[in-house]
């Protein structure tokens, strides 16, 4: 049995701020840094590792951080979630993203269906239906091939999916699966669906309208905007459009759709990347083959998350230490970044992922809570976000934690060697270098070239970046937040800090204003 | 004689944290919000406005703002840097990104060159060079067309540029000034360079090689992988690039080029878009005049913050109010929201400029400053933003102020109707009502609903974004960041905080390494 308490009630609270702090410079120079690189990793699956020896911790920290897991029971909350127990106590639903990729408990009973097999047949269904789509079995009216795939959805049907998506392109261009070039109109700036439009040939394209509820105000505004595009182009939209919704949405049963494909209220947005609203879209792009090593990655890291033995898992270790950055150590923001182009949308991903489920100041019983909970989240591709903002990190006077991410081979395997290293070895020798340039600084006379380091970051490396281990990076990141908002007792599967912005819009639509809503309204032209 | 001191010597430092703070909710409920918003608000250039009714001031807080702008004299500070003083100390450099698209005082002669005359002949040479390219007179070997450009450069060569192009793109489309389709290559991954190459027609394309120096690692190996790209397609490299450099670099006379282009030492790379380095680019992607005209909207907004009058300069009131969130109230990141997809990457573009530039825990004197300069920075655009990290900022533990953008106007006016309002209606409804909902928040009884308002945001309003508003717009934002730097005495115009990476990288490379730093180059099979 679970109890889930606020994180301030527990002993760990008041005891891991007494535990000395560590001198992350000191203890990464010489040969004791070379011992905690080899000390402080964790195998991950699909051949990654995490390792966190540039973190501020050291053995008495992580016993405190053991103590903490053992005492917030992360292990069991996580063990109750995928036996299906009521996470998400707000909405009072089960949180199920994990069985969309493996049974890792009890089978879950839920509305009567088992679930593992509810989501295992929609991807059978999206499978069949994407072999059909390649092999030219089911083709638009004129029986043409279809060569694009659109996908319309926001938020979680749209960050997840995009990030996901380019993470692969080129792997799949390199691996002769590249199926269909995937488009995403998300915005209901009608911009973002007019510049998509113009830049595909919508004869040949077949679009993926994404929403749970099949109410998003976005989705359902671009649907219109591309059936309108479609009639124009005296085009059938019905044998252009396919759904992916719950059962009980009012698309599901349309016939306005070549298909549907289902989730439901056990899947939050933000972790619907494995679920069909991935997999639609990335199954018509790559083919379901590639989508089925994507969540096999992802299935394997969860068994890491699984673990409970502290030190051996992944997640929590990452999840305990960034609670210990924002909660004893006082961080803000955290950083996530990738050596690694394909990831560029990654982290835009995880800025919802995480922002979006612990951004909250109420526990998973609707009371406030009184420490800091979730931080702000950004990121940008390394070795781009070098020329950029980089110079805040290494010298501003605020320490921002970090969470590099590299590999040892490109994607496409095309390089050039200038001045004796390949781009790919210029690449990861920046990787190496950033980590260890934050951790042990540089002295110099010239106090503006010197640099403090104790500036403090992880590192997750893999062999390429592929489905697999891009499942696995994914799995990670989940199950980070997961355990985040067991430690902080929040509700990390509701978003209702979205609602009243959209209560508002509404009535601004409607005129029913006064005050300063009146005010702005006006000076839009709305 | 302006004089340069650390902002915690000022006697504004001591009496602004005395000023009552303002209860942003009650102050903007109720008609006292409608006047607040017809109060605070300053007209821009372009017919862009800066509405800050939204921000935690009043009249009192103004007052003390106003002081510290006067003591730490940042109109005369301004005047000071338009005019020719060496402001960037540490490099003992001039910082003339402004003469770039206007005189705004003095003539500035360096190096016995009139500088406002060099950066003229600059933009001369390439609209020149660019009209012959569209003209069909600069060609291929084939004497065939370019149609497609590509800007190989990183950090200030590439986000600022991308960011502009991206933003004009969908514009220029539909006024049918639309010349070449422009790429971008910045980072040394080489799946960066690859994808691209792989995504055009190399023997179409012009490319465009920026580096200042001339030695940008990363840059120069991109420079070597498209000159191989261009060789295994048989075709001569000299005859597809061009340089922008300044005259000093190994590049500026090579026979590598078609031509090259110059800017210099005084103009950094993250407020090179108005120099040759976002020129050539941007003249070749959408003809000259459109770049003048992009210009002119910087230029325009430029004399407004020359403003001494504070309320009625709005680079200036947004910079301090700016410092007044960051020292006085203590919110340490902030978040640039544009409702417009066209803005997509200028958020990133500013996260250089923001972070890179006052990022520094240093004075310009090279001594320690005590107090908080530059913030974090991040955003995406609306709404796509509200469907993801919006829920930390509306709910989480920390306060981040916002800066929101919105036009009236879409770029390419195709919109549709859907429940009585087009898409271009509901993006406006969204960003006004986002406004409200962040500063007055809601009751209700389940906590878990409740939204307790007070979180300040400003919106900066405009017709459409057309290249005089993406020019003011960017005139805006450079300055605020110049204005916030005076304030915090730091020097916004150095980087040596990126500089430790980039030696270590080198050792890496050479195999000079030993301890953590040898550690992680064998983890990563370097």
Same mark, same amino acid.
């Given at each position: 049995?679970?109890?889930?308490?606020?994180?301030?009630?527990?002993?760990?609270? %008041?005891?891991?701020?007494?535990?000395?702090?560590?001198?992350?410079?000191?203890?990464?120079?010489?040969?004791?840094?070379?011992?905690?690189?080899?000390?402080?990793?964790?195998?991950?699956?699909?051949?990654?590792?995490?390792?966190?020896?540039?973190?501020?911790?050291?053995?008495?920290?992580?016993?405190?951080?053991?103590?903490?897991?053992? %005492?917030?029971?992360?292990?069991?909350?996580?063990?109750?979630?995928?036996?299906?127990?009521?996470?998400?106590?707000?909405?009072?639903?089960?949180?199920?993203?994990?069985?969309?990729?493996?049974?890792? &408990?009890?089978?879950?009973?839920?509305?009567?269906?088992?679930?593992?097999?509810?989501?295992?047949?929609?991807?059978?269904?999206?499978?069949?239906?994407?072999?059909?789509?390649?092999?030219? %079995?089911?083709?638009?009216?004129?029986?043409?091939?279809?060569?694009?795939?659109?996908?319309?959805?926001? @938020? &979680?049907?749209?960050?997840?999916?995009?990030?996901?998506?380019?993470?692969?392109?080129?792997?799949?261009?390199?691996?002769?699966?590249?199926?269909?070039?995937?488009?995403?109109?998300? $915005?209901?700036?009608?911009?973002?669906?007019?510049?998509?439009?113009?830049?595909?040939?919508?004869?040949?394209?077949?679009?993926?309208?994404?929403?749970?509820?099949?109410?998003?105000?976005?989705?359902?505004?671009?649907?219109?905007?591309?059936?309108?595009?479609?009639?124009?182009?005296?085009?059938?939209?019905?044998?252009?459009?396919?759904?992916?919704?719950?059962?009980?949405?009012?698309?599901?049963?349309?016939?306005?759709?070549?298909?549907?494909?289902?989730?439901?209220?056990?899947?939050?947005?933000?972790?619907?990347?494995?679920?069909?609203?991935? +997999?639609?879209?990335?199954?018509?792009?790559?083919?379901?083959?590639?989508?089925?090593?994507?969540?096999? +990655?992802?299935?394997?890291?969860?068994?890491?998350?699984?673990?409970? =033995?502290?030190?051996?898992?992944?997640?929590?270790?990452?999840?305990?230490?960034?609670?210990?950055?924002?909660?004893?150590?006082?961080?803000?923001?955290?950083?996530?970044?990738?050596?690694?182009?394909?990831?560029?949308?990654?982290?835009?991903?995880?800025?919802?992922?995480?922002?979006?489920?612990?951004?909250?100041?109420? $526990?998973?019983?609707?009371?406030?809570? =009184?420490?800091?909970?979730?931080?702000?989240?950004?990121?940008?591709?390394?070795? =781009?976000?070098?020329?950029?903002?980089?110079?805040?990190?290494?010298?501003?006077?605020?320490?921002?934690?970090?969470?590099?991410?590299?590999?040892?081979?490109?994607?496409?395997?095309?390089?050039?060697?200038?001045? +004796?290293?390949?781009?790919?070895?210029?690449?990861?020798?920046?990787?190496?270098?950033?980590?260890?340039?934050?951790?042990? &600084?540089?002295?110099?006379?010239?106090?503006?070239?010197?640099?403090? @380091?104790?500036?403090?970051?992880?590192?997750?490396? @893999? %062999?390429?970046?592929?489905?697999?281990?891009? &499942?696995?990076?994914?799995?990670?990141?989940? $199950?980070?937040?997961?355990?985040?908002?067991?430690?902080?007792?929040?509700?990390?599967?509701?978003?209702?800090?979205?609602?009243?912005?959209?209560?508002l819009?509404k009535k601004v639509l409607a005129h029913e204003t006064d005050?300063?809503l009146k005010?702005?309204s006006?000076?839009?032209?709305?």
């Open positions: 049995m679970v109890t889930w308490s606020n994180f301030d009630t527990l002993t760990s609270y %008041e005891e891991l701020p007494k535990i000395e702090r560590v001198k992350l410079a000191e203890v990464m120079a010489g040969e004791n840094g070379a011992d905690r690189v080899k000390k402080y990793s964790i195998p991950m699956a699909a051949g990654l590792t995490y390792n966190y020896a540039a973190k501020q911790v050291d053995d008495q920290v992580l016993e405190g951080l053991e103590k903490l897991a053992k %005492e917030a029971q992360l292990a069991d909350k996580f063990k109750a979630l995928y036996n299906g127990e009521v996470i998400n106590t707000g909405e009072k639903r089960l949180v199920l993203h994990h069985l969309t990729r493996g049974q890792l &408990g009890d089978a879950v009973v839920a509305d009567g269906v088992d679930k593992r097999a509810f989501y295992v047949e929609q991807q059978e269904k999206i499978a069949e239906f994407a072999n059909k789509v390649h092999a030219g %079995e089911i083709t638009n009216a004129a029986g043409e091939k279809f060569t694009t795939v659109v996908q319309i959805g926001i @938020g &979680g049907s749209d960050l997840g999916p995009r990030a996901m998506y380019l993470a692969l392109e080129n792997w799949a261009k390199k691996n002769g699966l590249f199926k269909m070039e995937a488009k995403f109109i998300s $915005n209901v700036d009608p911009d973002d669906a007019a510049a998509v439009l113009n830049s595909i040939d919508v004869a040949h394209s077949i679009f993926i309208l994404v929403s749970k509820s099949g109410t998003t105000l976005e989705t359902l505004t671009n649907e219109s905007f591309v059936k309108d595009a479609l009639k124009n182009a005296g085009l059938d939209a019905s044998r252009h459009m396919i759904a992916v919704t719950s059962e009980t949405s009012p698309l599901a049963k349309s016939e306005d759709y070549l298909a549907a494909f289902f989730m439901d209220d056990y899947i939050g947005g933000r972790f619907s990347s494995t679920s069909s609203v991935g +997999g639609a879209v990335l199954s018509l792009a790559f083919g379901p083959e590639v989508f089925a090593q994507f969540l096999e +990655g992802a299935a394997e890291e969860d068994k890491l998350a699984a673990n409970e =033995n502290v030190l051996e898992n992944p997640a929590m270790v990452d999840a305990l230490i960034g609670v210990y950055e924002r909660n004893v150590l006082g961080y803000p923001a955290t950083a996530v970044l990738p050596y690694s182009q394909a990831l560029s949308r990654f982290p835009a991903h995880l800025q919802q992922a995480d922002m979006e489920s612990n951004g909250k100041s109420v $526990n998973r019983f609707g009371e406030p809570v =009184n420490y800091p909970t979730g931080p702000v989240l950004f990121g940008e591709p390394g070795t =781009n976000g070098q020329h950029s903002f980089y110079q805040l990190l290494h010298q501003g006077t605020d320490i921002v934690p970090l969470q590099f991410v590299g590999f040892k081979n490109s994607q496409i395997g095309t390089d050039v060697v200038i001045q +004796g290293s390949t781009s790919q070895q210029k690449l990861c020798a920046n990787a190496a270098a950033q980590v260890v340039a934050f951790a042990c &600084g540089k002295e110099d006379e010239n106090l503006n070239k010197k640099f403090d @380091g104790g500036r403090p970051s992880s590192i997750i490396i @893999g %062999e390429t970046l592929d489905p697999k281990a891009l &499942g696995a990076l994914l799995s990670h990141f989940e $199950n980070k937040i997961m355990f985040q908002g067991f430690v902080w007792n929040v509700n990390s599967f509701d978003q209702e800090g979205v609602q009243l912005g959209k209560v819009a005050g300063a005010a702005y006006d000076l839009l032209n709305i």
